[in-house]
């Protein structure tokens, strides 16, 4: 089952127009006045969603502001929030679940339901979809459902099919849709101007092309529609992968929306909350509270969102993130501590919340070294903490390995919150033949080798202007360029570890072969100095 929600934006809106202003009937008042939803671009203003009365003054989706506001002088505005809408699909989409085990998005505006072997628990498909609008129709949301053996199917129907639309299985789906748009197959909007080019103006069209050539100038349309998209691999972009779909040709995968219930606690006090020290009292009870609910679920919080609300109404919020997870509240305390400078209580704070909206699983286990280090401020982790706070989390970063054969790339900077990569699947980074130094320079320092050949042993080396005999080699070790990132001239190397006369030992190696065809004579590098 297909629910669209053909004015989600602007009955959002209205919604929250109407809990903030009780004086109008759930914003129905306000909603009379033309407005628009708009967007902030490079050009100006742009419209994202209007209401009913701006629709019949003219106002579009898509259309800039100023254009709009040549037609209807008096339009109002609002600011569109995307996001928001989203977030508010998304709760639309697990409400969605009391009728069908599992529901999934359908963005911007839609929601697709599993209904198979439920419709008999609401008296049949025709009452389910009854009992769908007039749901929706109690919240004032503008709906249209339809229910069909496919995905795209189910939305061709609930965006350009009659109301309440049934698609039986046993129906033929390209007979019953033949007359829908073009634009019922979810096609990107240059992708419908090339069909309508093409004269493909309905889904029978389409299909019959796709289907089979019953003369030449059919057979002829056919391999052109096929030489035109067979390159596009996006569904969106190729009509004869959604046409598929749509018919139940090729599978089409769903992501299931799963309710995440975040822990949160929170203390409402009795008198407001004017002072540093009273905000930090309930800060440390907020988080042994949320200690122990993290301790129940398993789990340790990543990140920490400490919400204040103000008896004026202002919500102040300040965000923690954690470079692993952690259930020690003296830790979460001190962290917020240093984020609670800048906190302007006004006339007090009523409420305070916090919210753990990332949380990871984190096994119980006796207390160890590590765990009583990061007590005492002392762990690696609390001390990337405590440095992310203060100096922000773009000021810090940690190594991490790469998979690269080649020294100089074995290892990539990232921001400390970010996990490890992974690499992809069937790749393994190789671990290194031989030994490597422990100090690895920045830049691999050219120096000049006294050799008996091109290709022999080195005896003698000067780096930085001293001159170094080399009493034990071993080596090499070769190592081919990386040919998918590199030019066809790149040269190999071969890297030796070397001993001097004083017993100190270096990492060197020869860039290039004599006579490769890649360059001159071989160059020597110094890159690394055991300890």
């Known amino acids: 089952m297909a629910i669209w929600f053909a004015r989600l934006s602007v009955d959002r809106w209205r ?7 009780r004086g109008c009937e759930e914003g129905e008042g306000a909603d009379a006045l033309p407005t628009v939803l708009i967007t902030e671009t490079a050009h100006g203003p742009r419209i994202e969603a209007a209401n009913a009365a701006g629709h019949a003054s003219g106002a579009r989706p898509g259309m800039m502001l100023a254009d709009a506001r040549t037609v209807c002088p008096d339009i109002q505005t609002a600011p569109a929030d995307p996001a928001g809408d ?8 697990l409400w969605s679940q009391r009728w069908g085990p599992w529901s999934a998005l359908d963005p911007p505006d839609g929601v697709l339901v599993d209904i198979t072997a439920a419709a008999h628990l609401f008296g049949g498909e025709r009452r389910l979809l009854a009992d769908v609008e007039a749901a929706f129709a109690r919240r004032k949301l503008m709906t249209r459902a339809a229910i069909a053996p496919t995905a795209g199917a189910a939305w061709a129907l609930a965006h350009y099919g009659p109301a309440r639309a049934i698609l039986a299985q046993q129906e033929s789906g390209a007979q019953r849709l033949a007359d829908l748009p073009a634009a019922a197959l979810r096609l990107d909007t240059d992708v419908l101007t090339i069909l309508r080019r093409l004269g493909l103006k309905r889904l029978g069209d389409l299909a019959n092309i796709a289907a089979g050539a019953i003369n030449r100038e059919e057979a002829a349309a056919r391999d052109a529609i096929h030489r035109r998209f067979r390159n596009r691999k996006s569904p969106s972009a190729n009509p004869l992968i959604r046409l598929d779909q749509l018919l139940g040709r090729v599978p089409e995968p769903l992501l299931p929306v799963v309710p995440q219930h975040a822990p949160m606690v929170q203390r409402r006090v009795i008198e407001p909350i004017r002072h540093r020290s009273l905000l930090d009292q309930v800060l440390a009870d907020l ?15 990543r990140r920490l969102e400490l919400g204040m609300w103000r008896v004026d109404g202002e919500v102040q919020v300040r965000t923690l993130e954690l470079a692993s997870a952690t259930r020690e509240a003296s830790h979460i305390t001190r962290l917020f501590a240093d984020r609670l400078e800048g906190v302007d209580a006004g006339f007090g704070i009523e409420t305070v919340r916090l919210h753990a909206s990332w949380a990871e699983p984190l096994a119980l286990s006796q207390g160890d070294v590590e765990q009583a280090a990061e007590r005492h401020g002392t762990s690696l982790n609390a001390l990337i903490d405590r440095l992310s706070v203060r100096l922000g989390a773009q000021a810090v970063r940690r190594p991490v390995p790469f998979a690269s054969h080649l020294p100089e790339r074995a290892q990539r900077w990232q921001p400390p919150m970010e996990p490890p990569p992974v690499p ?20 691999a320092e050219p120096i000049a080798v006294l050799y008996a050949s ?7 080396f000067r780096w930085r202007g001293n001159v170094y005999e080399v009493m034990r080699v071993e080596g090499p070790e070769r190592i081919a360029p990386e040919w998918w990132r590199e030019r066809s001239t790149a040269r190999l190397r ?28 071989p160059d020597w590098y110094l890159q690394g100095i055991f300890a």
């Open 424 to 443: 992809p699947p069937g790749t393994q980074a190789s671990a290194p033949v031989c030994e490597r130094p422990i100090k690895l320079l920045d830049r």
């Open 86 to 93: 989203l977030d508010f699909l998304e709760k639309l989409a």
């Open 15 to 21: 919604l929250s127009l109407g809990r903030e202003a």
């Open 287 to 301: 988080a042994r509270d949320m200690v122990r609910e993290l301790e129940g679920r398993g789990e340790g919080a």
């Open 494 to 521: 071969d890297y030796y570890r070397i001993e001097d006369s004083e017993g100190r030992r270096y990492w060197i190696y020869r860039h290039g072969l004599d006579g490769d065809g890649r360059g001159g004579a």
């Open 454 to 460: 091109p290709d022999g042993l080195p005896q003698r």
